[in-house]
């Protein structure tokens, strides 16, 4: 793997290949083993047909995701508030773990992109912090 991650909450999850010969391959990622908490949802972005498209720009106070690019490719903007850094999502066994407090963009996707996100808890708006300041003020306050 050649992405490090220097941001705080944040890892590469490599899952195993099962090679099924020239039939296929199956990546498996199992609660508490590959990912690292319960998993309650599972959801997708797909269609991604915009070329300057950026999602997420917000961070959670809570809840945990991996984010795996099933199909194609994308780049995950990462900022703790004190590290930035990019990672590119571009195998299908190789996803990153996104952890509280990490503010975070997906951008350049590629055709056909397809973003599988699995995650810690059900969708709360609540959970969202979705204004830069905002979340900048949060992590500080976190800390005292
Ligand atoms: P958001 O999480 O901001 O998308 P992204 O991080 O990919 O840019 O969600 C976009 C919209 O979809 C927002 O109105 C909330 C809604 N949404 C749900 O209703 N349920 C969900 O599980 C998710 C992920 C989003």
């Known amino acids: 793997m050649d992405n490090e991650i220097i941001v705080k909450n944040s890892k590469l999850i490599e899952l195993q290949t099962i090679v099924d010969g ?3 391959i199956i990546s498996v990622a199992e609660n508490f083993n590959h990912i ?5 949802r599972v959801y997708y972005i797909y269609s991604l047909n915009n070329p300057d498209a950026i999602r997420g720009k917000h961070a959670h106070k809570q809840l945990e995701q991996v ?3 099933i199909n194609g490719s994308c780049e995950i903007g990462l900022d703790d508030g004190t590290n930035q850094q990019t990672v590119v999502l571009d195998k299908p066994n190789v996803g990153i ?4 407090e990490l503010w975070h963009t997906m951008d350049k996707f590629s055709d056909n992109c397809i973003l599988l996100v699995i995650a810690s808890d059900i969708y709360k708006e609540s959970d969202y912090i979705r204004n830069y300041d905002e979340f900048i003020r949060y992590i ?3 800390k005292k």
């Open 22 to 24: 020239i039939d296929g």
């Open 36 to 40: 690292p908490f319960e998993i309650k």
């Open 67 to 69: 984010l795996f690019c």
């Open 97 to 100: 773990y996104l952890g509280v």
């Open 140 to 142: 500080n306050q976190d």
